[in-house]
């Protein structure tokens, strides 16, 4: 049990919000889920938000919403996956909205079918969004986080990659990431 005197919880709490002002947030996949979820309650505490997914109009959806509550966030459609890409809208959002001092991948998707029965197609896509695209975006973020000694990276993950799952290549891809 943490034990934190009373003197810094105060200072800690009227000094709140100036801290989470600081804090410059990319949530990938962002347009639904819990990434939308996550990226407003980020929001409501003033960080300011720069939400990443192919999905457009989710992630609009998701920008206006914390807007209209009267916090800061910017949509920018980004496909993870796609290396290029990565690299192109990790400049403009710097540019645009600060240095990341957050960065958390959370994009992901699934098939929702047995290792056999799955299309190869998808097999990749798991590899290339769950556990490929975070190399594309650490890549991206860690340089300036590691110069200015201040950074977080995060990874949503699931319960399946300590299970023996049905979903053997979904687990797979999410233990690429754990063990990396
Ligand atoms: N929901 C759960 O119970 C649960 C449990 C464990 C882990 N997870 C993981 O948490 C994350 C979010 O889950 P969710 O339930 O909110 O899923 P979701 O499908 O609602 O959200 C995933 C988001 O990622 C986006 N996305 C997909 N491919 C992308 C790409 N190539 N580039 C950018 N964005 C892309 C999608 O458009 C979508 O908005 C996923 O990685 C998922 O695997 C979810």
């Not at 990659?161 to 053997?168: A, G, K, N, R, V």
Request: hydrophobic share 40%; glycine share 8%; charged share 20%.
């Amino acid at each position: 049990m943490t034990i934190f005197p009373a003197r810094l919880k105060r200072k800690y709490n009227r000094n709140k919000k100036f801290f989470f002002s600081k804090l410059q947030n990319i949530y990938s996949g962002a347009g639904s889920g819990l990434g939308a979820g996550v990226s407003k309650q980020l929001a409501a505490k003033g960080v300011t938000v720069i939400c990443w997914d192919v999905n457009v109009r989710g992630n609009i959806n998701t920008v206006n919403e914390i807007i209209n509550s009267g916090g800061k966030a910017f949509s920018f459609k980004c496909d993870v996956s796609n290396r290029e890409e990565v690299y192109a809208v990790a400049k403009e959002s710097a540019k645009i909205a600060g240095d990341v001092t957050i960065l958390v991948n959370n994009a992901g998707v699934v098939g929702g079918k047995s290792f056999v029965e799955e299309d190869d197609k998808m097999i990749l896509k798991t590899f290339e969004v769950n556990a490929i695209s975070h190399f594309w975006t650490t890549k991206a973020f860690l340089p300036k986080m590691m110069e200015k000694n201040h950074g977080h990276i995060g990874k949503k993950f699931s319960s399946k990659q300590y299970l023996f799952s049905f979903l053997t290549f979904l687990a797979l891809s999410r233990s690429v990431v754990l063990t990396k």
